[in-house]
């Protein structure tokens, strides 16, 4: 069950430990979740994980590769397993929900600069900001 991790680890030349195998376990089933949730996620099947030993596996797997952070103006760090595939975010003002949007348009970096300044661009970052479906009667009140 946990050997697409242990490979997945090993390919990046990260020791195979139980932290790091529950930490990737949660990030797949709960995509965009911030450090507190995923420290939550991961102790409630392994009690013994400190909170330390969490901050320092998603360093690890944000270094090498295999989680990617993000981090909406105003909002919590957030990780992901979703990685090296440049697609974007839609993020609720209201409650901070995030959910992936595909490339904008083509491949990466998808979305073509109206001035490089000379800059070779492989990436295009694009946070879409509204409100979500559950937030959307709130935020109508208000504007
Ligand atoms: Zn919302
Ligand atoms: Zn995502």
Redesign the pocket.
């Given at each position: 069950m946990t050997s697409a991790f242990e490979e997945q680890l090993r390919a990046v030349s990260l020791r195979v430990t139980r932290p790091r195998l529950a930490v990737l376990a949660a990030l797949r089933d709960h995509?965009?979740v911030d450090t507190d949730t995923v420290i939550d996620l991961v102790r409630t099947d392994h009690p013994t994980v400190s909170h330390q030993a969490v901050y320092d596996v998603l360093r690890a797997l944000t270094d090498t590769g295999l989680v990617?952070r993000?981090q909406p103006a105003g909002a919590t760090a957030r990780y992901?397993m979703?990685v090296r595939d440049n697609?974007h975010?839609v993020v609720c003002r209201w409650c901070g929900a995030?959910a992936?949007v595909d490339c904008a348009a083509g491949h990466a970096p998808c979305l073509t600069a109206s001035d490089d300044h000379g800059f070779v661009i492989d990436e295009a970052e694009v946070v879409y900001w509204g409100a979500c479906p559950d937030c959307l009667p709130r935020s109508e009140g208000t504007r």
């Open positions: 995509p965009h990617r993000i992901e979703r697609h975010h995030i992936d």
